[in-house]
């Protein structure tokens, strides 16, 4: 007989994705926000195992590293850089950002652990797949900006993906089901990326092709 599935089991795997997926796109927004709001609200209590997320070391160091990708992610070049690191530091920050939340206490889910609570690496393997995932089109968008508008577009670009993974992360503990909002927002982001991808790469083969000598007679 297949275990029941209950509407706190719905809301704790959306609060994992969530977290997970603004991992994708900042590694340290997600863990620094439920960092603070553990020391100093209500709104989540984290469990046993991770309440080093709530000790003043880990939030100053994690602030510290926030800080720098928030000014190396602005810089052209310096970001794909910057995206070239990240690509293992997002993926390991989202699992860590989906087992802590999905197995937390939040303001939505008040019986944590019940879906996952089985299997304790499955959530922080399918936070690793979420946010490698949203790292992936985050990752590949940014040349497309970048050459778009000549660099210029990098900061925007980048303090929209900022305040994105923020409200995603905050969203995904004070109100989870519009996490799906989000989720649909990153896929139309990547159905842009692929698009316009193709289109530069059948631009740069029609003027290939438009660029052999002609005969003059």
Not at 175 to 197: A, K, Q, T
Request: aromatic share 6%; net charge neutral; proline share 6%.
């Amino acid at each position: 007989m297949a275990p029941e599935c209950h509407p706190g089991d719905v809301l704790e795997a959306l609060t994992g994705t969530g977290l997970a997926a603004s991992a994708g796109l900042n590694a340290y927004i997600p863990l620094v926000t439920m960092g603070l709001l553990a020391r100093y609200t209500d709104l989540i209590d984290l469990p046993n195992g991770w309440g080093w997320l709530a000790n003043g070391w880990t939030l100053l160091i994690l602030a510290l590293l926030l800080a720098i990708e928030v000014v190396a992610d602005k810089v052209p070049v310096v970001d794909h850089v910057n995206d070239v690191v990240q690509t293992v530091v997002r993926p390991t920050a989202g699992g860590l950002a989906f087992g802590a939340g999905s197995a937390s206490e939040t303001v939505t889910v008040s019986d944590p652990g019940s879906f996952f609570g089985s299997h304790q690496w499955v959530p922080i393997a399918a936070g690793v797949v979420i946010a490698l995932g949203v790292h992936g089109v985050k990752a590949a968008s940014r040349p497309v900006v970048n050459t778009t508008t000549a660099g210029f577009g990098a900061p925007v670009a980048s303090t929209a993906e900022d305040i994105g993974s923020v409200l995603m992360a905050v969203l995904a503990i004070v109100l989870p089901i519009l996490v799906l909002v989000g989720l649909l927002l990153i896929v139309i982001g990547g159905f842009w990326v692929v698009r316009r991808r193709r289109q530069k790469r059948a631009k740069r083969t029609q003027l290939s092709g438009s660029g052999a000598p002609h005969s003059f007679g």
